[in-house]
């Protein structure tokens, strides 16, 4: 296709795309509501005010939080934040027993205090210490072990080493492996061919250490970061218990010289031949420590005006968490997600000053967003609403104070399988606040906490985003770059909406 045709049909295809925003757009003011607001809704959307949106973001996205990483003791403080605000504005506790609805955190992780390594032998005894004599080599090795054996050598793991043994009477008939330590002159090569030798042998642990030409990193290097990890360990929300494999220890070459001295043998006699048995006794103790620590959601009710519609509650979403610091470095999360997060406390502020709907309201502030969606997936698993109410919707805000003035979001677009009551409602109100016409974000239908509640309760949802921009996810992602007006408008659509959800009938 030539150049001239290209650009026609390119312009000709604008043209049309043109017409159907349009068109769109025209469609959406014909179907919108009467322009006039009632007197409720008209006190609910004057109180909402860019100047209070901003005092709230910059604390929240300020240097104090940290980037409000989950877990942390900054989220707990933004936690106690949001609380706060919402209980001086008189909005009702929204989980059972009050505004937070904890769920379990863990972090398996070494125990130093239980677990020791130690050799006894003819010339005494040696300890050694983890993370500076010995190594674990892999997270899936942090298991319980407790096992005091002698050790048998198996050269350099080879097949060749395990016949000439098996040939000797030794490892495979004699079980001279049964039940106790092989040890490894390692070459630097994957262990899991040596292990699946000595665990058939009878072996029931394997200790390694470099042979004398090792020339690979040193193990205190190579295992330094894993190490660092093991005794920190990394929150996650299952408690899942490891599997248990042959017990593997990497034992420096200064350490191994340590344990053969013990057994009383001369370090310049080379490493011993596949099949000696050393004259000491090895006893790894290992522990796994798996603390639990709460983490919060932050819910606050606003209860319906109606005898029966008020048990159904309609749920408005934003994770107040971010990804904390990374190489020194702060990520504050202005935009992800301290916009949803301060726009939901203006939400809060316009509900109180309109007064009830019909439909009840749970603002619900989640964490975990940012570690694969956490705390809303531990809210939808698990629900807490007052006694006789139920969930009918939900709008998530995520991100909503970056980009053009005029761009907003949304996910389930017109196209999507999805596409529901609400969905179409933000689309026919949108204009109202300078939104023309809502862009598709069907691409992070997947990508935010209104999954769960769509996955789990089976309600229809909303995600509402001003878009992506390139200081997601980095350090300049700062509250100077907030647009306070936009994201005040995004703000009052969406109070828009649920003024008229407060009646509609709603189906999945």
């Not at 793991?157 to 092989?182: I, M, P, R, T």
């Not at 519609?309 to 935009?335: C, K, P, T, W």
């Not at 916009?339 to 939400?347: E, K, N, Q, R, V």
């Not at 179409?424 to 935010?448: I, K, M, T, V």
């Amino acid at each position: 296709m030539s150049g001239t045709r290209r650009r026609t049909l390119a312009a000709t295809l604008m043209g049309l795309g043109l017409c159907c925003a349009q068109a769109r757009a025209q469609e959406n003011r014909a179907q919108a509501p009467p322009a006039k607001p009632s007197a409720a809704l008209q006190r609910a959307l004057d109180s909402v005010s860019p100047g209070s949106i901003a005092a709230d973001l910059r604390f929240l996205a300020s240097d104090a939080l940290r980037g409000r990483n989950t877990p942390s003791p900054e989220l707990k403080l933004a936690a106690l934040y949001l609380q706060n605000r919402v209980q001086r504005l008189g909005l009702a506790p929204g989980a059972e027993g009050g505004w937070l609805y904890d769920y379990p955190l863990f972090r398996p992780h070494f125990d130093v205090e239980q677990s020791f390594l130690k050799a006894s032998g003819p010339a005494g005894d040696v300890d050694f210490a983890f993370g500076r004599d010995y190594f674990l080599q892999r997270a899936t090795h942090l298991f319980d072990v407790d096992l005091n054996a002698p050790l048998v050598s198996v050269g350099n793991g080879s097949k060749k080493d395990f016949e000439a043994l098996a040939s000797e009477g030794g490892v495979l008939q004699g079980g001279v492996l049964q039940g106790n330590w092989a040890l490894l002159a390692h070459g630097g090569r994957p262990l899991g061919p040596v292990l699946r030798r000595a665990e058939a042998a009878g072996a029931r642990g394997l200790v390694a250490t470099p042979r004398a030409d090792y020339s690979r990193t040193p193990y205190a290097e190579k295992y330094a970061k894993q190490t660092a990890f093991l005794l920190v360990g990394r929150a996650t929300p299952n408690a899942f218990e490891p599997k248990v494999l042959l017990p593997q220890v990497m034992l420096t070459e200064g350490s191994a010289e340590r344990l053969l001295r013990a057994a009383g043998r001369a370090v310049d006699g080379g490493f011993p031949a596949a099949g000696e048995v050393l004259d000491l006794s090895l006893h790894e103790v290992r522990r796994r420590l798996t603390p639990m620590e709460p983490v919060h959601n932050v819910c606050a009710f606003w209860p319906g005006s109606h005898e029966t519609l008020a048990r159904e509650v309609m749920i408005v979403s934003a994770h107040y968490d971010h990804v904390g610091e990374r190489g020194g470095e702060i990520f504050n999360g202005a935009d992800d997600n301290a916009s949803g997060t301060s726009g939901l406390l203006a939400l809060a502020e316009a509900l109180v000053a309109g007064g009830p709907l019909q439909r009840s309201v749970l603002l619900l502030w989640v964490s975990g967003e940012e570690k694969n969606l956490w705390g809303s997936a531990a809210w939808t698993r698990d629900p807490w609403l007052p006694e006789g109410c139920r969930a009918v919707l939900d709008i998530n805000i995520d991100m909503i104070g970056r980009n053009a003035p005029e761009e907003l979001y949304i996910t389930p677009s017109r196209e999507h399988s999805n596409f529901n009551e609400v969905a179409r409602l933000a689309y026919e109100l949108s204009h109202l606040e300078g939104f023309p016409e809502l862009q598709s974000q069907d691409e992070y239908w997947r990508r935010s906490d209104h999954m769960n509640f769509h996955d789990e309760l089976g309600i229809p949802v909303v995600f509402l985003s001003s878009g992506d921009h390139p200081d997601y996810h980095e350090p300049s992602d700062t509250a100077d770059l907030i647009e306070y007006e936009k994201l005040s408008r995004t703000v009052r659509l969406v109070l828009r909406m649920l003024d008229s959800l407060q009646a509609a009938p709603l189906s999945p």
